[in-house]
C-alpha cells in the first residue's frame, strides 16, 4: 500500500515537507531517509506517517531509509517537538541536533571497520580488572599478544562489543589509535566510598522514590557534598537495567566529578561534551540510543540524546547559566531536563548552592519538593565573609593592602589562596591619558582589552585584534596606558609579590590548551601553598581541600547594570567562589573587595545567606512584575544599521496584539554594535505563558511570510537569560 510521509530537514525553516513512500510501508516517525530536495538528495527524519497526500500534485518518492530503526525514539520526538513549539524554533533544527554530528551529516549510524585500538603502553595490566569482567580480560589479553592496532571489523568478528572496549578505554588499558587523548581521567584514584553523613542521611531520606515524576529542588550548601548525595541516590534508585541522566555545567573544569562517578558506578558511566570528536560522540550516542544502561554525565545537549529508558535525572548547579544555549535553539536543559522527567515519569533533582529564582519560586508554590542540605561535610565550616571597602586604599594588581597581607599569612600558613577577577587579560581598558582616547573595537561597542602577554588588544565579542601600542593614535603623545584589572595583571603583581610561589591563572586563555586544566587541578591537589587567580572558571564546582583564603578582586559589576538578572548572576558567583574556601578541615574566609560596603544586597551576602538575599531579588522581581511572576521573551533583530533594526521592530510592534500582553522597545540592545551589526530588541511578557507562546507562535509564522529588508535577521529568545 502506497503511503505519504512527512519529513523535517535541518534548515532554518518552519515547514515540513511531504513526500511518497510506495516502496516503504514500514517507515516509522523517527527514522532517516535519504530524500530528494532541489537538485540534490538530503538526510530527513520522519515526523508523520499515513499523511492524507495533497490533491492533485504528485509528490517525489522518498528514497531508502538509512537504518532500519527509528533514530529519534517516540519521547525523544515528543521532547523536541514540545520544545520547537515552546522556543518558536524551527523543528527540522530541533530534532537534527538530537543526532550526534556524523548522523546529521548522514553517515551511517555505526562505527567504522578500520577504527583500531592498541594498549595503552607497554605496562598496561589487566590486574585491575573485576573479577568477573571474563570477556574484558580475554580482550585484553588479546591486544597484548599484538604488535599493531586492531581494527573494529576484527574485533567485531571475534566476539566483542563496543562496551567491553570502551571499558578498556576508560581504565587506559588501550586507547584508540588516532584518536585524540582521552577526555575522561581514568579510574586511577582509589578514593573509598564514603559513608554519608548525618544530613546527608536525612536529606536523602527526603528524595522521592524513582516510581512517578517529582521535582526535588536540592538547595546544599558550598562543600555539603551534594555530589555524594546525588551518587547515593543514583546507586538507591536506579534498577539495573534503567538509565541515568547527570547534567554537569562543564565537564572539563571539574574531571574529579566523572572520577567520582566512575567510582561507583565503573562502566556505566559514559560522558558527553563539546571535547569529545565525531567518532566518540557517535559512540556515546549509540550506546544511548541502543537503551544502554548508562549513566550519562553531560553537559548542555546531553539533554536532547535519545534515551529510551529513562529513570532518574539530576541536573547539578542548577543556577548554572550554559545551560541555557545563547544561540540557535534556544533551549534551557534545565527545563527540559524537568520535560524528560514528566514524560518518563520518574524523578528529577535539582541541585544548587545557589539555586535559581525561577526554582525557588516553584519550590515556594508547591510545584517542586525541596530537600535542604545546610551542613557542610565533616569537619569544614562555612567560611566567613568579609566586605573591605576599597574606596581610598591604594590598589596593587587590583589588590588592597589589607588583601595582600591575608595572602601573606596564608602562605605562611601553609594554605592555598584563590583570588577571583570578573576578567581575563591584563586590563579591560587601553587609555590615553594625554587626550582621553580610549582604544574600542572597530566592529562592536566595546573597549579592547588589553592582554600584555601577547601585546595585544583583543575585542572580546568578536574575534579581532591587534597589536598594542603606547603612542597615542588620536594626539600622537606617548601615554597610552591600561586602566582597570583583569587576571593576568593580578597574576603578574602576586608573582612578583611572592617569589617562589606558584602563582596559576585559570582563565580562557590559559586552559585552552588540552590536557593544561588537568596540569592546573593537579598541581592544586598537591595541597602545597600557591596562589590561583582566575575568572568565573574557578567558581564552577572545585573542590580543592587547602584553599582557605578567596579574596573577591571587585564585586561591583553587577549592582548598577540594566540587566534585571545581574544581581542574581551577581550574588550567586559570589556566592560559588566563595564557597571554594575552608572545604577541608581547616576553617576557609573570603574578603569581598567593594566601593559599595553599605550596598544592601553586599551586607546580605556577607552573611552568607543566600535564601535571604534570594528572597529580597525575588520580592523586588514581584514588585516589578518580572520573570518568574510573568513569562517573558524577546525579539532580537540584527542589521546593517541600527535603523533597520528599530524599524523593522517597530512593525512588529505595531502587529502585536494589545492585550494581556506588556511591550517594551524596541531598544538597542545593551552590546548595540557587535561584528559590525547592529542589534536591538524588543522585550514581551504576559501573565500567561500559554497567552505568550501563542502570540509568539502568529509572530514567527506572520514574520516568516515577510520579505525582510536585505541584511536582517530576527529571532525570538524565550526565557531569555539576557535583556
Ligand atoms: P558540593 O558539591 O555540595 O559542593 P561535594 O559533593 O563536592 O560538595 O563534597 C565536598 C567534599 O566532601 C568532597 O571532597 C567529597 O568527597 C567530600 N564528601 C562528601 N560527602 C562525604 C561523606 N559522607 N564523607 C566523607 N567525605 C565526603
Ligand atoms: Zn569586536
Known amino acids: 500500500m502506497s503511503q505519504t510521509v512527512r519529513v523535517a530537514l535541518n534548515r532554518p525553516l518552519r515547514r ?180 554519608l553523613t548525618e544530613a546527608q542521611r536525612s536529606a536523602a531520606s527526603a528524595l522521592p522514590e524513582r516510581h512517578g515524576f517529582s521535582a526535588t529542588l536540592l538547595y546544599g550548601i558550598t562543600g555539603s557534598g551534594k555530589t555524594e548525595l546525588y551518587l547515593h541516590y543514583l546507586e538507591r534508585e536506579l534498577g539495573e537495567d534503567g538509565q541515568a541522566l547527570v547534567l554537569v555545567p562543564e565537564i572539563n573544569l571539574t574531571p574529579q566529578t566523572v572520577a567520582r562517578f566512575r567510582k561507583y558506578f565503573g562502566d556505566r558511566i559514559v560522558v558527553w561534551h563539546s571535547a569529545l570528536n565525531d567518532r566518540q560522540r557517535l559512540d556515546t550516542w549509540l550506546r544511548v540510543r541502543q537503551g544502554e544502561p548508562v549513566i550519562l554525565i553531560g553537559t548542555r545537549s546531553g539533554v536532547l540524546l535519545p534515551f529510551t529508558g529513562l529513570q532518574a535525572v539530576v541536573v547539578d548547579e542548577e543556577h548554572d547559566s550554559s545551560y541555557k544555549q545563547g544561540e540557535g535553539f534556544r533551549y534551557s536543559a534545565r527545563d527540559l531536563a524537568v520535560f524528560r522527567a514528566r514524560e518518563n515519569q520518574c524523578p528529577v533533582i535539582l541541585g544548587s548552592a545557589t539555586p535559581s529564582l525561577e526554582s525557588l519560586q516553584n519550590a515556594a508554590s508547591g510545584k517542586y519538593l525541596r530537600v535542604d542540605l545546610t551542613e557542610r561535610v565533616g569537619e569544614a565550616r562555612p567560611p566567613q565573609l568579609r566586605l573591605l571597602d576599597i574606596r581610598s586604599r591604594p590598589l596593587a594588581g587590583g589588590l588592597s593592602r589589607p588583601a595582600m597581607e591575608q595572602i601573606r599569612a596564608t602562605l605562611a600558613a601553609n594554605q592555598q589562596v584563590l583570588v577571583y577577577i570578573n576578567r581575563r587579560g591584563f586590563a579591560p581598558v ?74 596559576i591563572r585559570i582563565d580562557r586563555d590559559s586552559t585552552q590548551r588540552k590536557g593544561s586544566i588537568q596540569a592546573i587541578l ?85 552573611r552568607d545567606d543566600y535564601l535571604a538575599v534570594a528572597r529580597q531579588l525575588l520580592a523586588e522581581r514581584e514588585q516589578n512584575s518580572l520573570p518568574p511572576f510573568r513569562a517573558m521573551a524577546v525579539v532580537r533583530a540584527e542589521a546593517p544599521t541600527m535603523e533597520a533594526a528599530l524599524t523593522f ?75
Open 16 to 195: 515540513l515537507f511531504d513526500y511518497s513512500a510506495p516502496d516503504h510501508p514500514e517507515l516509522k516517525p523517527g527514522q532517516r531517509v535519504r530524500i530528494p530536495f532541489g537538485p540534490r538528495t538530503a538526510t530527513g527524519l520522519v515526523v508523520e506517517t499515513g499523511v492524507t497526500p495533497p490533491e492533485g500534485i504528485t509528490l517525489k518518492p522518498v528514497g531508502a531509509a538509512h537504518e532500519p530503526w527509528p533514530a529519534l525514539p517516540p519521547e525523544t520526538l515528543k521532547l523536541l517537538s514540545w520544545a520547537s513549539g515552546y522556543y518558536q524554533h524551527p523543528l527540522g533544527e530541533c530534532l537534527f541536533m538530537a543526532l550526534p554530528p556524523a548522523l546529521r551529516k548522514g553517515r551511517p549510524a555505526e562505527l567504522k571497520d578500520t577504527d583500531s585500538w592498541w594498549m595503552a603502553n607497554s605496562n598496561a595490566s589487566a590486574d585491575n580488572l573485576p573479577g568477573n569482567a571474563y570477556k574484558q580480560k580475554q580482550l585484553f589479553d588479546l591486544f597484548q599478544g599484538r604488535a599493531q592496532a586492531m581494527a573494529w571489523s576484527q574485533l567485531r568478528q571475534s566476539g566483542f562489543t563496543r562496551s567491553q572496549l570502551q571499558a578498556l578505554v576508560d581504565r587506559s588499558l588501550i586507547r584508540e589509535v588516532g584518536a585524540p587523548e582521552s577526555q575522561t581521567p581514568a579510574k586511577t584514584e582509589t578514593v573509598a566510598i564514603p559513608t
Open 430 to 503: 587601553l587609555m590615553c591619558f594625554d587626550c582621553g582616547y580610549i582604544a574600542e573595537c572597530p566592529h562592536c561597542d566595546t573597549h579592547l582589552t588589553y592582554h600584555r602577554r601577547d601585546r595585544a588588544l583583543r575585542c572580546h565579542h568578536c574575534d579581532y585584534q591587534q597589536p598594542a601600542f603606547t603612542q597615542c593614535p588620536k594626539c600622537s603623545g606617548d601615554a597610552c596606558q591600561p586602566v582597570g584589572q583583569g587576571t593576568e595583571q593580578s597574576e603578574e603583581t602576586l608573582a612578583a609579590s611572592f617569589p617562589g610561589v606558584p602563582v
Open 522 to 606: 593537579k598541581q592544586v591537589n598537591s595541597g602545597e601553598p600557591c596562589i590561583l587567580v582566575g575568572t568565573q572558571m574557578v567558581a564552577k564546582g572545585h573542590d580543592f581541600p587547602n584553599v582557605t583564603l578567596v579574596v573577591v578582586v571587585n564585586a561591583d559589576g553587577g549592582l548598577f547594570s540594566v540587566d534585571f538578572r545581574a544581581p542574581e548572576q551577581m550574588v550567586q558567583t559570589l556566592l560559588q567562589v566563595s564557597g571554594r574556601a575552608g572545604r577541608g578541615t581547616k576553617p576557609g574566609q573570603v574578603l569581598i573587595q567593594t566601593c559599595h560596603s553599605d550596598h544592601p544586597l553586599l551586607t546580605t551576602i556577607a
Open 649 to 723: 521592530l517597530d512593525q512588529v510592534r505595531n502587529d502585536l496584539p494589545g492585550d494581556n500582553l506588556d511591550i517594551w522597545g524596541p531598544l538597542p540592545a545593551t552590546l548595540a554594535r557587535k561584528a559590525g551589526r547592529h542589534r536591538a530588541q524588543l522585550v514581551l511578557q504576559s501573565a500567561s505563558r500559554g497567552n505568550l507562546n501563542r502570540v509568539l507562535a502568529q509572530l514567527c509564522a506572520h514574520l516568516d511570510q515577510q520579505r525582510l529588508p536585505t541584511g536582517l535577521r530576527w529571532l525570538v529568545d524565550v526565557d531569555p537569560l539576557e535583556t
